[in-house]
Protein backbone atom coordinates (compact mmCIF):
# COMPACT_ATOMS: atom_id res chain seq x y z
CA UNK A 1 0.00 0.00 0.00
CA UNK A 2 0.93 3.30 -0.88
CA UNK A 3 2.46 5.69 2.43
CA UNK A 4 0.98 9.13 3.34
CA UNK A 5 -2.03 9.77 1.31
CA UNK A 6 -3.93 12.23 2.47
CA UNK A 7 -8.11 12.47 1.95
CA UNK A 8 -10.60 15.36 2.82
CA UNK A 9 -13.67 13.88 4.08
CA UNK A 10 -17.41 16.51 4.65
CA UNK A 11 -19.44 14.89 7.22
CA UNK A 12 -22.17 16.55 7.73
CA UNK A 13 -24.99 15.68 9.76
CA UNK A 14 -28.45 17.19 10.61
CA UNK A 15 -27.14 19.93 13.35
CA UNK A 16 -22.98 19.82 12.54
CA UNK A 17 -21.26 19.21 10.44
CA UNK A 18 -16.96 18.81 10.52
CA UNK A 19 -14.02 18.50 7.33
CA UNK A 20 -11.46 15.74 8.09
CA UNK A 21 -8.14 14.98 7.01
CA UNK A 22 -7.36 11.41 6.99
CA UNK A 23 -4.19 10.07 6.60
CA UNK A 24 -3.37 6.20 5.37
CA UNK A 25 0.32 5.68 6.47
CA UNK A 26 1.45 1.32 6.47
CA UNK A 27 -1.45 0.47 6.65
CA UNK A 28 -3.27 1.98 9.19
CA UNK A 29 -5.06 5.61 9.32
CA UNK A 30 -5.23 8.72 11.81
CA UNK A 31 -7.42 11.69 11.76
CA UNK A 32 -7.16 15.19 12.34
CA UNK A 33 -10.39 17.31 12.53
CA UNK A 34 -10.05 20.63 10.44
CA UNK A 35 -13.10 22.42 11.32
CA UNK A 36 -16.68 22.15 12.84
CA UNK A 37 -19.90 23.90 12.70
CA UNK A 38 -23.31 23.96 12.90
CA UNK A 39 -25.67 23.13 10.48
CA UNK A 40 -28.64 25.71 11.30
CA UNK A 41 -32.73 24.75 10.25
CA UNK A 42 -33.91 28.19 8.95
CA UNK A 43 -37.72 28.58 9.43
CA UNK A 44 -39.16 31.30 7.57
CA UNK A 45 -42.91 31.16 6.09
CA UNK A 46 -44.04 28.44 7.66
CA UNK A 47 -41.14 26.35 6.23
CA UNK A 48 -38.04 24.54 6.90
CA UNK A 49 -34.76 24.68 5.01
CA UNK A 50 -31.26 24.06 5.09
CA UNK A 51 -28.57 26.38 3.85
CA UNK A 52 -26.99 24.69 0.99
CA UNK A 53 -24.56 27.86 0.69
CA UNK A 54 -23.69 28.19 4.44
CA UNK A 55 -22.50 24.35 3.67
CA UNK A 56 -21.06 24.90 0.50
CA UNK A 57 -19.01 28.00 2.22
CA UNK A 58 -17.60 25.67 5.26
CA UNK A 59 -16.35 23.13 2.68
CA UNK A 60 -14.75 25.99 0.97
CA UNK A 61 -13.40 26.86 3.87
CA UNK A 62 -12.17 23.70 5.09
CA UNK A 63 -10.49 23.31 1.46
CA UNK A 64 -8.56 26.99 2.22
CA UNK A 65 -7.34 25.31 5.35
CA UNK A 66 -5.79 22.42 3.97
CA UNK A 67 -4.35 24.46 1.63
CA UNK A 68 -2.60 26.68 3.76
CA UNK A 69 -1.36 24.31 5.74
CA UNK A 70 0.07 22.42 2.61
CA UNK A 71 -1.75 18.95 3.06
CA UNK A 72 -1.51 17.17 -0.23
CA UNK A 73 -5.28 16.27 -0.62
CA UNK A 74 -5.58 13.27 -2.71
CA UNK A 75 -9.27 13.52 -3.16
CA UNK A 76 -12.80 14.44 -1.42
CA UNK A 77 -15.50 13.27 -0.23
CA UNK A 78 -19.14 14.05 0.82
CA UNK A 79 -21.23 12.08 2.76
CA UNK A 80 -24.81 13.79 4.52
CA UNK A 81 -27.96 12.74 6.44
CA UNK A 82 -30.33 11.21 4.08
CA UNK A 83 -33.98 11.81 2.19
CA UNK A 84 -33.26 15.27 1.51
CA UNK A 85 -32.77 17.27 -1.69
CA UNK A 86 -31.83 20.17 -3.96
CA UNK A 87 -33.99 21.20 -7.34
CA UNK A 88 -31.62 22.76 -10.22
CA UNK A 89 -32.92 24.81 -13.35
CA UNK A 90 -32.39 24.52 -16.55
CA UNK A 91 -29.54 27.45 -16.61
CA UNK A 92 -28.00 24.88 -13.82
CA UNK A 93 -28.89 27.36 -10.96
CA UNK A 94 -30.01 26.12 -7.19
CA UNK A 95 -33.63 26.87 -7.61
CA UNK A 96 -34.16 27.42 -3.75
CA UNK A 97 -32.40 26.05 -0.37
CA UNK A 98 -33.52 22.63 0.14
CA UNK A 99 -36.61 22.14 2.09
CA UNK A 100 -35.71 20.08 5.69
CA UNK A 101 -36.82 16.45 6.49
CA UNK A 102 -38.24 18.08 9.67
CA UNK A 103 -40.72 20.16 7.88
CA UNK A 104 -43.87 19.54 8.51
CA UNK A 105 -46.05 19.41 5.18
CA UNK A 106 -45.42 15.87 4.83
CA UNK A 107 -47.02 15.21 8.01
CA UNK A 108 -50.30 13.15 7.21
CA UNK A 109 -49.15 12.81 3.32
CA UNK A 110 -48.61 9.27 3.33
CA UNK A 111 -51.71 8.25 4.09
CA UNK A 112 -52.97 10.19 0.88
CA UNK A 113 -50.16 9.11 -0.89
CA UNK A 114 -51.34 5.44 -1.01
CA UNK A 115 -55.02 6.14 -0.68
CA UNK A 116 -54.16 8.38 -3.87
CA UNK A 117 -51.44 7.22 -5.80
CA UNK A 118 -50.29 3.57 -5.08
CA UNK A 119 -51.08 0.98 -2.38
CA UNK A 120 -48.78 1.29 0.75
CA UNK A 121 -48.05 -2.69 0.10
CA UNK A 122 -46.85 -1.97 -3.46
CA UNK A 123 -44.52 0.89 -2.88
CA UNK A 124 -42.79 -1.52 -0.34
CA UNK A 125 -42.49 -4.41 -2.66
CA UNK A 126 -40.55 -1.95 -5.25
CA UNK A 127 -38.45 -0.47 -2.44
CA UNK A 128 -37.60 -2.42 0.47
CA UNK A 129 -37.69 0.88 2.40
CA UNK A 130 -38.82 1.46 6.05
CA UNK A 131 -42.18 3.95 6.05
CA UNK A 132 -41.48 7.49 7.14
CA UNK A 133 -43.17 10.20 6.42
CA UNK A 134 -40.33 12.57 5.36
CA UNK A 135 -39.00 9.90 3.03
CA UNK A 136 -38.36 11.89 -0.30
CA UNK A 137 -41.33 10.29 -2.12
CA UNK A 138 -43.62 11.49 0.28
CA UNK A 139 -42.22 15.04 0.41
CA UNK A 140 -41.93 14.94 -3.42
CA UNK A 141 -45.37 14.76 -3.08
CA UNK A 142 -46.18 16.85 -0.70
CA UNK A 143 -44.69 19.97 -2.96
CA UNK A 144 -46.37 18.53 -6.22
CA UNK A 145 -49.50 18.79 -4.47
CA UNK A 146 -49.10 22.02 -2.88
CA UNK A 147 -47.87 23.22 -6.52
CA UNK A 148 -44.41 24.14 -5.18
CA UNK A 149 -42.76 26.71 -6.97
CA UNK A 150 -38.88 25.79 -7.32
CA UNK A 151 -40.69 21.74 -8.22
CA UNK A 152 -42.36 23.11 -11.08
CA UNK A 153 -39.06 24.45 -12.32
CA UNK A 154 -36.88 22.04 -11.41
CA UNK A 155 -34.82 20.27 -14.46
CA UNK A 156 -32.73 18.56 -12.13
CA UNK A 157 -33.10 17.06 -8.83
CA UNK A 158 -30.07 16.07 -6.88
CA UNK A 159 -29.81 14.86 -3.52
CA UNK A 160 -27.94 17.00 -0.51
CA UNK A 161 -24.41 15.31 -1.01
CA UNK A 162 -24.87 15.11 -4.64
CA UNK A 163 -25.87 19.00 -4.65
CA UNK A 164 -22.79 20.07 -3.11
CA UNK A 165 -20.35 17.24 -5.58
CA UNK A 166 -22.15 19.97 -7.97
CA UNK A 167 -20.79 22.44 -6.86
CA UNK A 168 -17.69 21.81 -6.21
CA UNK A 169 -17.06 20.01 -9.56
CA UNK A 170 -20.07 21.22 -12.32
CA UNK A 171 -21.14 17.57 -12.82
CA UNK A 172 -24.54 16.03 -11.37
CA UNK A 173 -24.74 12.10 -10.05
CA UNK A 174 -27.28 10.40 -8.78
CA UNK A 175 -24.96 8.39 -5.75
CA UNK A 176 -26.51 5.09 -5.04
CA UNK A 177 -26.45 4.70 -1.31
CA UNK A 178 -28.13 8.55 -0.53
CA UNK A 179 -30.80 7.57 -3.68
CA UNK A 180 -31.87 4.44 -1.62
CA UNK A 181 -33.02 6.56 1.20
CA UNK A 182 -35.60 8.16 -1.03
CA UNK A 183 -38.25 5.18 -1.31
CA UNK A 184 -38.19 5.56 -4.96
CA UNK A 185 -36.27 3.61 -6.12
CA UNK A 186 -35.85 -0.52 -6.65
CA UNK A 187 -33.31 -2.00 -4.71
CA UNK A 188 -33.35 -4.96 -6.97
CA UNK A 189 -32.37 -2.83 -10.31
CA UNK A 190 -30.47 -0.29 -8.16
CA UNK A 191 -32.43 2.05 -10.18
CA UNK A 192 -35.22 4.97 -9.61
CA UNK A 193 -38.34 2.96 -10.28
CA UNK A 194 -40.36 4.75 -12.95
CA UNK A 195 -44.31 4.16 -11.33
CA UNK A 196 -43.16 6.03 -8.33
CA UNK A 197 -41.37 8.94 -10.47
CA UNK A 198 -44.54 9.59 -12.41
CA UNK A 199 -46.53 9.26 -9.22
CA UNK A 200 -44.86 12.33 -8.46
CA UNK A 201 -44.75 13.90 -11.67
CA UNK A 202 -40.96 13.35 -12.07
CA UNK A 203 -39.07 11.57 -15.15
CA UNK A 204 -35.48 9.49 -14.70
CA UNK A 205 -33.86 11.93 -16.60
CA UNK A 206 -34.31 14.72 -13.98
CA UNK A 207 -31.89 13.20 -11.65
CA UNK A 208 -28.05 12.80 -12.50
CA UNK A 209 -26.50 9.50 -13.59
CA UNK A 210 -26.74 6.54 -10.95
CA UNK A 211 -23.18 5.69 -9.70
CA UNK A 212 -22.01 3.49 -6.84
CA UNK A 213 -19.63 4.33 -3.83
CA UNK A 214 -15.81 4.79 -4.68
CA UNK A 215 -16.75 6.62 -7.93
CA UNK A 216 -14.71 10.28 -9.28
CA UNK A 217 -17.23 12.49 -10.33
CA UNK A 218 -14.78 14.96 -11.51
CA UNK A 219 -12.13 17.65 -10.14
CA UNK A 220 -12.31 21.40 -8.33
CA UNK A 221 -13.73 24.22 -11.18
CA UNK A 222 -11.11 26.73 -11.99
CA UNK A 223 -13.69 28.89 -9.52
CA UNK A 224 -13.19 26.48 -6.67
CA UNK A 225 -9.61 26.25 -7.48
CA UNK A 226 -9.30 29.81 -7.15
CA UNK A 227 -11.23 30.00 -4.15
CA UNK A 228 -9.01 27.42 -2.23
CA UNK A 229 -5.71 27.56 -3.75
CA UNK A 230 -6.01 24.28 -4.82
CA UNK A 231 -5.23 22.38 -8.12
CA UNK A 232 -7.62 20.03 -9.63
CA UNK A 233 -8.76 17.88 -7.07
CA UNK A 234 -10.86 15.07 -7.99
CA UNK A 235 -14.27 14.76 -5.83
CA UNK A 236 -15.43 11.32 -4.98
CA UNK A 237 -18.65 9.71 -4.69
CA UNK A 238 -18.67 8.17 -1.67
CA UNK A 239 -20.96 6.67 0.09
CA UNK A 240 -22.87 9.59 0.17
CA UNK A 241 -25.67 8.44 3.05
CA UNK A 242 -23.73 8.75 6.28
CA UNK A 243 -24.80 5.36 7.83
CA UNK A 244 -23.68 3.51 4.57
CA UNK A 245 -20.23 5.11 4.74
CA UNK A 246 -20.50 4.18 8.67
CA UNK A 247 -21.49 0.95 7.67
CA UNK A 248 -18.84 0.74 5.66
CA UNK A 249 -16.42 1.23 8.52
CA UNK A 250 -17.63 -1.84 10.71
CA UNK A 251 -14.05 -3.42 11.51
CA UNK A 252 -15.01 -6.87 11.03
CA UNK A 253 -13.61 -9.77 10.13
CA UNK A 254 -16.11 -11.79 8.44
CA UNK A 255 -19.60 -11.85 7.49
CA UNK A 256 -21.24 -13.38 10.37
CA UNK A 257 -22.27 -9.75 12.25
CA UNK A 258 -24.83 -7.69 12.71
CA UNK A 259 -23.78 -3.56 13.51
CA UNK A 260 -25.63 -1.24 15.92
CA UNK A 261 -24.86 2.38 14.58
CA UNK A 262 -25.35 4.25 17.94
CA UNK A 263 -26.56 7.95 18.28
CA UNK A 264 -29.55 10.00 18.40
CA UNK A 265 -31.02 7.10 16.35
CA UNK A 266 -30.24 3.40 16.69
CA UNK A 267 -29.65 1.55 13.36
CA UNK A 268 -29.29 -2.22 14.13
CA UNK A 269 -28.97 -4.29 11.08
CA UNK A 270 -26.61 -6.61 8.82
CA UNK A 271 -25.23 -6.85 5.24
CA UNK A 272 -26.58 -8.90 2.36
CA UNK A 273 -25.84 -9.60 -1.08
CA UNK A 274 -29.63 -9.30 -2.12
CA UNK A 275 -32.85 -6.54 -0.56
CA UNK A 276 -34.62 -9.17 1.69
CA UNK A 277 -38.41 -7.90 0.72
CA UNK A 278 -41.12 -10.37 2.14
CA UNK A 279 -44.31 -10.09 4.09
CA UNK A 280 -42.58 -10.66 7.31
CA UNK A 281 -39.77 -7.86 6.15
CA UNK A 282 -43.12 -5.45 5.56
CA UNK A 283 -44.70 -6.34 8.80
CA UNK A 284 -41.85 -5.68 11.07
CA UNK A 285 -41.19 -2.35 8.98
CA UNK A 286 -37.36 -3.18 8.31
CA UNK A 287 -35.48 -1.21 5.62
CA UNK A 288 -33.29 -2.12 2.60
CA UNK A 289 -30.75 0.80 1.96
CA UNK A 290 -27.86 0.40 -0.63
CA UNK A 291 -24.96 -0.99 0.69
CA UNK A 292 -20.75 -0.72 -0.54
CA UNK A 293 -19.86 -3.35 -3.82
CA UNK A 294 -23.16 -4.29 -4.24
CA UNK A 295 -24.41 -4.74 -0.32
CA UNK A 296 -28.01 -4.19 0.97
CA UNK A 297 -28.29 -2.84 4.65
CA UNK A 298 -31.00 -4.79 6.00
CA UNK A 299 -31.92 -2.72 8.94
CA UNK A 300 -34.67 -1.05 11.36
CA UNK A 301 -34.38 2.20 12.95
CA UNK A 302 -34.53 2.61 16.67
CA UNK A 303 -35.26 5.30 18.57
CA UNK A 304 -31.83 5.93 20.04
CA UNK A 305 -29.85 8.28 22.50
CA UNK A 306 -32.60 10.40 21.76
CA UNK A 307 -34.50 9.99 24.93
CA UNK A 308 -31.41 10.51 27.08
CA UNK A 309 -30.27 13.74 25.43
CA UNK A 310 -33.78 15.07 25.40
CA UNK A 311 -33.88 13.88 29.38
CA UNK A 312 -30.62 15.40 29.79
CA UNK A 313 -31.84 18.88 28.91
CA UNK A 314 -34.67 18.99 31.50
CA UNK A 315 -32.49 17.28 34.26
CA UNK A 316 -31.59 20.30 36.50
CA UNK A 317 -29.75 18.30 39.55
CA UNK A 318 -27.53 15.98 37.29
CA UNK A 319 -23.95 15.78 37.01
CA UNK A 320 -23.01 17.34 33.80
CA UNK A 321 -20.66 14.71 33.27
CA UNK A 322 -21.59 11.95 31.25
CA UNK A 323 -19.92 8.74 33.78
CA UNK A 324 -21.31 9.98 36.41
CA UNK A 325 -24.47 10.59 35.38
CA UNK A 326 -24.30 7.11 34.34
CA UNK A 327 -22.71 5.86 37.12
CA UNK A 328 -25.73 6.73 39.70
CA UNK A 329 -28.15 5.18 36.90
CA UNK A 330 -26.15 2.32 37.94
CA UNK A 331 -27.37 2.09 41.46
CA UNK A 332 -30.70 2.16 40.82
CA UNK A 333 -32.72 -1.03 40.92
CA UNK A 334 -32.74 -2.42 37.18
CA UNK A 335 -35.89 -3.02 35.16
CA UNK A 336 -38.27 -1.08 37.87
CA UNK A 337 -39.48 0.86 34.91
CA UNK A 338 -39.29 -0.04 31.23
CA UNK A 339 -40.69 1.13 28.33
CA UNK A 340 -40.92 0.92 24.20
CA UNK A 341 -37.91 3.41 22.97
CA UNK A 342 -39.95 3.61 19.82
CA UNK A 343 -43.27 4.85 21.46
CA UNK A 344 -45.20 7.61 19.12
CA UNK A 345 -45.21 9.31 22.48
CA UNK A 346 -41.54 9.90 22.88
CA UNK A 347 -41.22 11.05 19.02
CA UNK A 348 -40.84 14.99 20.29
CA UNK A 349 -42.93 15.29 23.41
CA UNK A 350 -42.65 18.86 25.42
CA UNK A 351 -41.17 17.14 28.43
CA UNK A 352 -39.45 13.86 27.80
CA UNK A 353 -39.13 12.71 31.35
CA UNK A 354 -42.93 13.21 31.69
CA UNK A 355 -43.27 10.85 28.61
CA UNK A 356 -41.65 8.72 30.25
CA UNK A 357 -43.26 8.63 33.68
CA UNK A 358 -46.62 8.87 31.83
CA UNK A 359 -45.89 5.33 29.96
CA UNK A 360 -44.99 3.77 33.12
CA UNK A 361 -48.03 4.75 34.50
CA UNK A 362 -50.38 3.64 31.47
CA UNK A 363 -48.91 0.11 31.86
CA UNK A 364 -49.11 0.06 36.10
CA UNK A 365 -45.43 -0.24 36.67
CA UNK A 366 -43.27 2.14 38.86
CA UNK A 367 -43.09 5.64 37.97
CA UNK A 368 -39.30 6.37 37.80
CA UNK A 369 -38.42 9.41 39.91
CA UNK A 370 -35.39 11.69 39.75
CA UNK A 371 -32.50 11.44 36.97
CA UNK A 372 -30.87 8.40 37.82
CA UNK A 373 -34.11 6.07 38.00
CA UNK A 374 -35.07 7.77 34.62
CA UNK A 375 -31.73 7.06 32.73
CA UNK A 376 -31.69 3.31 34.44
CA UNK A 377 -35.05 2.76 32.78
CA UNK A 378 -33.96 4.32 29.66
CA UNK A 379 -30.38 2.00 29.21
CA UNK A 380 -32.68 -0.94 30.46
CA UNK A 381 -35.47 -0.12 27.59
CA UNK A 382 -32.82 0.47 24.69
CA UNK A 383 -31.24 -2.76 25.49
CA UNK A 384 -34.17 -4.79 25.33
CA UNK A 385 -35.98 -3.07 22.54
CA UNK A 386 -32.58 -3.93 20.78
CA UNK A 387 -33.02 -7.55 21.90
CA UNK A 388 -36.07 -7.65 19.80
CA UNK A 389 -35.09 -6.30 16.91
CA UNK A 390 -31.58 -8.53 17.24
CA UNK A 391 -34.27 -11.53 17.13
CA UNK A 392 -36.09 -10.48 14.20
CA UNK A 393 -32.62 -10.01 12.39
CA UNK A 394 -31.62 -14.00 13.30
CA UNK A 395 -34.78 -14.91 11.61
CA UNK A 396 -33.57 -13.03 8.50
CA UNK A 397 -29.91 -13.19 8.25
CA UNK A 398 -28.93 -16.42 5.93
CA UNK A 399 -25.66 -16.79 8.51
CA UNK A 400 -25.15 -17.30 12.03
CA UNK A 401 -24.83 -13.30 13.59
CA UNK A 402 -21.69 -14.51 16.17
CA UNK A 403 -20.93 -10.62 16.65
CA UNK A 404 -22.58 -7.23 17.34
CA UNK A 405 -20.29 -3.99 16.64
CA UNK A 406 -21.36 -1.13 18.42
CA UNK A 407 -20.31 1.94 15.91
CA UNK A 408 -20.63 6.33 16.41
CA UNK A 409 -20.93 7.81 19.53
CA UNK A 410 -23.03 5.43 21.70
CA UNK A 411 -19.83 3.10 21.42
CA UNK A 412 -18.40 4.99 24.47
CA UNK A 413 -21.30 3.92 26.79
CA UNK A 414 -19.96 0.94 28.53
CA UNK A 415 -23.37 0.48 30.38
CA UNK A 416 -25.44 0.23 27.46
CA UNK A 417 -22.63 -1.57 25.90
CA UNK A 418 -23.03 -4.46 28.68
CA UNK A 419 -26.32 -4.15 28.87
CA UNK A 420 -26.66 -4.73 24.91
CA UNK A 421 -24.22 -7.86 25.33
CA UNK A 422 -26.17 -9.22 27.87
CA UNK A 423 -29.46 -9.26 26.14
CA UNK A 424 -29.10 -10.33 22.94
CA UNK A 425 -26.40 -13.12 24.43
CA UNK A 426 -23.59 -12.07 22.00
CA UNK A 427 -20.10 -10.42 22.10
CA UNK A 428 -20.21 -6.67 21.84
CA UNK A 429 -17.36 -5.41 20.09
CA UNK A 430 -17.59 -1.51 20.80
CA UNK A 431 -15.55 1.04 18.05
CA UNK A 432 -14.66 3.14 16.08
CA UNK A 433 -16.77 6.11 17.54
CA UNK A 434 -15.52 8.38 14.14
CA UNK A 435 -17.03 5.38 11.91
CA UNK A 436 -18.68 7.88 9.28
CA UNK A 437 -15.67 9.74 8.44
CA UNK A 438 -13.82 6.67 8.50
CA UNK A 439 -15.60 5.18 5.61
CA UNK A 440 -15.95 8.31 3.81
CA UNK A 441 -12.05 8.27 3.58
CA UNK A 442 -11.77 4.65 3.10
CA UNK A 443 -13.92 5.14 0.23
CA UNK A 444 -11.80 7.57 -1.05
CA UNK A 445 -8.74 5.55 -0.34
CA UNK A 446 -10.60 2.61 -2.42
CA UNK A 447 -11.42 4.62 -5.79
CA UNK A 448 -7.26 5.85 -6.09
CA UNK A 449 -6.23 2.32 -6.04
CA UNK A 450 -4.75 2.47 -2.00
CA UNK A 451 -7.22 -0.49 -1.10
CA UNK A 452 -8.55 -2.92 -3.22
CA UNK A 453 -11.93 -3.90 -1.61
CA UNK A 454 -14.28 -3.69 1.60
CA UNK A 455 -12.45 -6.57 3.40
CA UNK A 456 -9.18 -4.35 2.89
CA UNK A 457 -10.37 -1.46 4.53
CA UNK A 458 -11.84 -3.15 7.34
CA UNK A 459 -8.71 -4.73 8.58
CA UNK A 460 -6.59 -1.40 8.32
CA UNK A 461 -9.80 -0.23 10.75
CA UNK A 462 -9.31 -2.69 12.54
CA UNK A 463 -5.44 -2.35 12.91
CA UNK A 464 -6.00 1.06 13.28
CA UNK A 465 -8.35 1.53 16.64
CA UNK A 466 -8.90 -0.46 19.82
CA UNK A 467 -11.94 -1.33 20.25
CA UNK A 468 -13.69 -2.49 23.72
CA UNK A 469 -15.12 -5.84 24.26
CA UNK A 470 -18.61 -6.82 26.03
CA UNK A 471 -19.38 -10.54 26.71
CA UNK A 472 -22.82 -11.62 27.66
CA UNK A 473 -23.65 -11.68 31.42
CA UNK A 474 -26.53 -12.69 33.72
CA UNK A 475 -28.64 -14.37 31.42
CA UNK A 476 -31.40 -15.79 33.63
CA UNK A 477 -32.22 -11.99 34.57
CA UNK A 478 -32.15 -10.52 30.84
CA UNK A 479 -34.43 -13.42 29.76
CA UNK A 480 -36.95 -12.79 32.66
CA UNK A 481 -36.78 -9.09 32.53
CA UNK A 482 -37.33 -9.63 27.88
CA UNK A 483 -40.42 -11.19 28.87
CA UNK A 484 -41.29 -8.61 31.16
CA UNK A 485 -40.49 -6.22 28.35
CA UNK A 486 -42.92 -8.00 25.45
CA UNK A 487 -45.98 -7.64 28.21
CA UNK A 488 -45.56 -4.08 28.81
CA UNK A 489 -44.93 -3.49 25.29
CA UNK A 490 -47.82 -5.08 24.39
CA UNK A 491 -50.20 -3.15 26.15
CA UNK A 492 -49.85 0.07 24.03
CA UNK A 493 -48.72 -1.57 20.84
Known amino acids: ?276 INEKSFAYNFTNEGGIEGTTRFLKNICGMWLYERCRKEWTDAPKSHPELQKKAMEVKPFQSIINPDDSSFANPVSMVQAIQDYCRKTNQYVPEGYAEVCRCIFDSLALRYRQVFTWLKEFASFPIKTLHVIGGGSLNPYLNQFTSNATGVEVLAGPQECTAIGNIMLQAKACGVVSDIWEMRKIIADSILMKRFTPQDKEQWDEAFQHYLEVTKQLS
Open 1 to 276: MENGKCFFAVDLGATSGRTIIGTLTDGKFSLEELTRFDNNLIQTGGRFYWDIYALYLEIIKGLKLAAQNNIPITSIGIDTWGVDFVFVGDDGAILRNPRAYRDPHTMGVMEEFFDKCMDKKKVYDITGIQFMNFNSLFQLYAMRRNEDSAMRQAAKVLFVPDCLSYMLTGKMVCEYTIASTSQILDPRTKELDDSLLKSVGLKREQFGEMVNPATVIGTLTEEVQALTGLGAVPVIAVAGHDTASAVAAVPACDEQFAYLSSGTWSLMGIETKEAV
